[in-house]
């Protein structure tokens, strides 16, 4: 690799490659290390609003992403039980024109896959995949690393710095900075992206869907370049499960079953439920010197607003110029902490009250439903507009540039 900085990332998720990539186009040495033994193939649908296509189209992705991905028109919203939407959403073009880019549907696999591929152009990246632990020792120089790669060898390194994008449960979190283990958040998560037609009659096929009961939700929206649809139901669970004592489905309460869109979906879905623990993570610290926290393993926060993977994507653009200019990795960590928090956290909370409002119990639904119905369809976009609205790329061009 040619001379200048050298940054280690931990994890080659959505995070981690996108950083790698701003980190490359900058210049720098990328050294990537990821557990799996290649980048996730398999996996669901995933909602990417304009804020994080934004970032993406700034790093050259446009062309890849928009061949891959559906702009749902808008977001049916369902009341318990109701025979027709109680309003529909405007996504489509109404978004794309207000936010500057497209709020769209694809799937993970379609967006590692594009970023995987943007940053292997780079000479100056090097992918270490299977690697089995590593440790680092932030000193004031830098951080001096330590890998155990596929094969069980051990490699040692000496890099600018080292950045956690190793998710939900990082190891740099909670084994080189020393914060807490994730929490399971009450909530779980049912997946299962089932053939583009199964809910034909049931949803619409061009929008995303909104379905709300008492205690659960689900989305649902249209996978078409894979010709699938993605469901995913979200329910209250008091206790969290283990994957191997996990039902094979989601057991809903009697009351639910007398949905009939509800039971549709359950019917159509069958036995093809993924299960996932919904886990939350607020560190105290986001970096400890030169090792520094982005993505889930700083902030996993709920999946009801759809904005983990965009938070992820802004911190990189956020992180990656600060990474180049600051003198050391320490200051750099500490203005990313300072500029990020905030929104996070705002975010987050938005997420939270989601879960409240979507799974509200009747007499409460009557005054939610009678909100949204008045909204009108593009309440939601005025509402969010500080979400979808943000720009973090300029600071790539700007800083970095
Ligand atoms: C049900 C559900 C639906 C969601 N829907 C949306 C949505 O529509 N839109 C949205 O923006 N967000 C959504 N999210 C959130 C989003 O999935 C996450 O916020 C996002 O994937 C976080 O990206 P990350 O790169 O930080 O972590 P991850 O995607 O978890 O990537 C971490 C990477 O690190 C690797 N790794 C882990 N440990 C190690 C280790 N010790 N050494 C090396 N590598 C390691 C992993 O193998 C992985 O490749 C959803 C989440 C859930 C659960």
Request: proline share 5%; aromatic share 8%; charged share 20%.
């Amino acid at each position: 690799m040619a001379g200048g900085k050298t940054i280690y990332v931990a994890g080659a998720g959505i995070a981690g490659l996108t950083l790698t990539l701003a980190l490359a186009k900058f210049g720098a040495n990328v050294v990537v290390l990821e557990r799996a033994p290649s980048i996730q193939e398999a996996g669901a649908g995933l909602q990417l609003s304009p804020n994080a296509r934004k970032v993406l189209n700034r790093l050259g992705l446009d062309k890849a992403i928009a061949g891959q991905s559906f702009a749902p028109e808008g977001i049916d919203v369902y009341a318990f039980r109701s025979h027709a939407p109680q309003a529909t959403l405007a996504l489509g073009e109404a978004a794309s024109r207000r936010f500057g880019a497209p709020y769209a549907v694809m799937h993970r696999a379609d967006l590692a896959d594009a970023l995987y591929r943007a940053c292997r152009r780079f000479a100056n990246v090097d992918m270490l995949f299977g690697v089995r632990g590593f440790d680092a020792e932030p000193h004031a120089r830098g951080v001096s690393i330590t890998v155990e790669e596929a094969d069980g060898r051990s490699r040692s390194g000496r890099a600018f710095a080292l950045v956690g994008a190793d998710g939900v449960n990082s190891h740099t979190r909670t084994g080189l900075i020393g914060e807490a283990a994730a929490r399971y958040s009450g909530h779980v998560a049912w997946r299962a992206t089932l053939p583009i037609d199964a809910l034909t009659g049931v949803v619409a096929n061009d929008r995303t869907s909104l379905m709300m009961g008492p205690g659960y939700h689900a989305v649902i929206y249209p996978l078409p370049h894979r010709r699938l649809v993605n469901v995913v139901l979200l329910a209250r669970e008091k206790r969290q499960p283990m994957q191997d004592d996990a039902p094979k489905g989601p057991k809903l309460p009697w009351a639910m079953l007398k949905s009939q869109r509800f039971e549709a979906v359950m019917q159509a879905a069958g036995d093809s439920w993924g299960f996932w623990p919904l886990l939350t993570v607020s560190a105290k610290r986001w970096h400890a010197g030169g090792i520094g926290l982005i993505g889930d393993a700083a902030h996993a926060m709920l999946p009801f607003q759809a904005q983990g993977a965009a938070m992820a994507i802004e911190d990189a653009a956020v992180l990656a110029p600060l990474l180049m200019t600051e003198p050391d990795a320490d200051g750099a960590f500490s203005r990313f902490a300072a500029a990020r928090r905030g929104r996070v956290r705002r975010v987050a909370q938005v997420s939270s009250s989601n879960g409240r409002i979507f799974h509200m119990q009747w007499p409460f639904t009557m005054g939610r439903d009678t909100v949204i119905r008045l909204g009108g369809s593009t309440a939601q976009l005025r509402r969010l507009a500080w979400i979808y609205g943000y720009d973090a790329a300029p600071e790539i061009e700007g800083r970095g540039g």
